[in-house]
């Protein structure tokens, strides 16, 4: 028998990771302005996201790469061992580096606030001294411990670094997972009732209403102390002045509106002489006040947008047709291309749309029980892993053998279990003001993220191939390049046995709401888990009507009446969102009775127009457009 090529495995593999990385530019391109995004910032992003999403292609290959086989048909998609062993080098100490090292320093150098690249620099080392400092003495501490089990050896350096880095990462992965595991499937299924959905909806308006009126206020406190600073012409040099007026190229606000309300607003006191420390610092506040801004703004919007859209299903209801209407012209593509009728529109929105949320829903909880129970008894029992049945063939000459269909499935399980661990970040309230915003989000903040992925990427990676039979797992390069490292010392393997069973935490707290007994107990909110207790609460009400007027355009949220207006004709046409159509909870289905959506009077099912669908007047797309076409990065001085 001659020897096999892998030829065709090398082509998949390289379209693979030809599609990852143009789906993560995507992704950029979704987050951030790439062509004004300067290229220290985008590279390390890039790299930080695309080496850690390539793990989900690697260790499928890796692990048909070491079946000891020469039958193609049989080995699914394949690599030769120095290939894998490349690969992994480049990938985790890329990986290592821009999580541990690259990715802090330059979110820090980005929030400096300084004018001059030395002294962002200079900056940024200052403020991760502490953060390196917490690390090299826990890596020292690591250090002794590893040299009194091991001896003084060179591999002793190595799995330390490589071990306390596995042990910090899976800390944070096993519990958020543990979080996600349970968020997803619940999430699903209560978008599949409108009603239940639109009252959410309601009831997180006030709370995000009141967070966008503080972060407006906060930023018209900061610019009205800038202006001052501007119309100031004694004790302030030449550069200092040059500096100020950089720094006014981002305001957002009318000056007139500034000077009219300087009086009102509680300037904080200016000091007699400006600094560099000065002028930095109140960049550096401006700079997150934008951008929180910003955040709150595309909330809002995204809000008024989805209760908009969820009131018109629910009133299509009597008719049987839907029709949201003329879209905005800075809408998607996809939200201006109109294929289906009204009449199929209304079924897919209202009778398919909610019946596939519960599918799903129940697909995904099924999910994640198997990963919960494959935590649990993978070392206790490791032959009853549901897990390891969906990857590993069971045949009884093939024992051991990963095909290309149960590559295909380790290729979900780690993409459900990295998504479960990412998507609860926008459910805990400890990150300060880091969020995603559509072409503005902050540079501070895309590193931040980024960095994120890359930390919990690999422990997932290394966790989901202990669900599998140790005479599997084993043989793959992975674990001889990273498995044998970990497990070098009895504290490491005891940790990667024990720590595991530590995901019951997060998920019993998720699925009994412990964190709302928490925050009535300690007034403290962890998670963002309480929607059913907000959906059903009176603040609805309150919400209802806040979306009310802003849909009627009689909404006071910090902008001129002539910003208003430009926004509204770049909005087009404009929907109801009345108050006296908010359908009854009673109901546990998505068709209630007539008498839970009464109409105006005079109006019939039959002769009511077929709403139109609102564009709320978003003051995002301005700065989403600017975010396009600018020139100059925003991220430098």
Sequence with gaps: MGMA?????????LLSLLLIASLVLL???????????PAYVLV?????????????????????????TEDEATRGVWLPYRAILIAWRITYWLTFGLTWFILPLLGEYIDSGYRTPRDRFIYSLRSNGRYQLIVLVCAAGGLVYVFVQNGFRGTSVKAMVVALAYCWGLIFAIYLMGHGLVAIPRRLYRNANLTTRLRRLQSQAPPVNEKLMDSINALENLESQLTQLR????????????????????????????????????????????????????????????????????????LIQDAASTQAILDASASGRLDFGDTAPHSPYLDRLKILTPHTRYLLHYRILPKLY??????????????VWSELI??????????????????????????FAGQIMASFWMCYMITAALASFSDIKVWGNRALVKRNTYG??????????????????????????????????????????????????????????????????????????????????????NDDDVAFSGGWREGRDLIERELNGSSRLGLSAQ????????????????????????????????????????????????????????????????????????FQG
């Design 444 to 529: 501070e903040s895309a590193t931040w993220y980024a960095g994120q992925i890359a930390k919990l990427t690999v422990p997932l990676a290394y966790n989901f191939l202990t669900f599998l039979p140790p005479d599997v797992h084993r043989e793959t390069t992975f674990y001889h390049f990273l498995g044998q490292l970990i497990n070098l010392t009895p504290l490491g393997k005891g940790f990667d046995f024990f720590f595991p069973i530590f995901i019951l935490v997060p998920v019993c707290a998720t699925l009994f709401n412990l964190y709302g007994r928490v925050k009535g107990i300690f007034r403290f909110d962890i998670m963002d888990d």
């Design 563 to 634: 910003q208003q207006q430009q926004q509204q004709q770049r909005a087009g046409t404009q929907g109801s969102y009345r108050d006296d159509v908010t359908p009854s909870l009673d109901n546990d289905n998505n068709n209630p009775p007539s008498n839970a959506f009464p109409r105006a009077a005079g109006t019939t099912p039959s002769s009511h127009a077929p709403p139109q669908r609102h564009e709320p007047p978003s003051r995002l797309a301005a700065a989403t457009a600017a975010a396009e076409e600018e020139d100059e990065s925003f």
């Design 378 to 403: 993978k070392y206790l029992a490791p032959q009853l892993s549901i897990i390891r049945f969906t990857v590993v063939s069971n045949r009884r000459n093939e024992d051991g053998k990963v095909h």
């Design 358 to 371: 519960i599918f799903f829903a129940a697909i995904l909880s099924l999910a994640s029980i198997c990963i």
């Design 44 to 68: 390390p992003i890039f790299l930080a996201i695309f080496l850690p999403v390539s793990i989900i292609l690697l260790l499928p290959i890796d692990l048909a790469s070491s079946l000891r």
């Design 231 to 302: 119309q100031r012409k004694n004790g302030i040099s030449r550069d200092h002045q040059e500096w100020i007026e950089e720094i006014s190229e981002g305001s957002h606000l009318p000056e007139a509106r500034l000077l009219s309300a300087m009086p009102q607003l509680p300037i904080a006191a200016i000091p007699a002489v400006i600094t560099d420390r000065y002028l930095a610092d109140l960049a550096r506040k401006l700079n997150r006040a934008r951008h929180r801004r910003l955040r709150f703004i595309d909330t809002w919007d995204r």
């Design 27 to 37: 992704l950029l391109r979704h987050f951030l302005p790439l062509r004004s995004t």
């Design 5 to 13: 090529t892998s030829v065709g495995s090398d082509l998949f593999a």
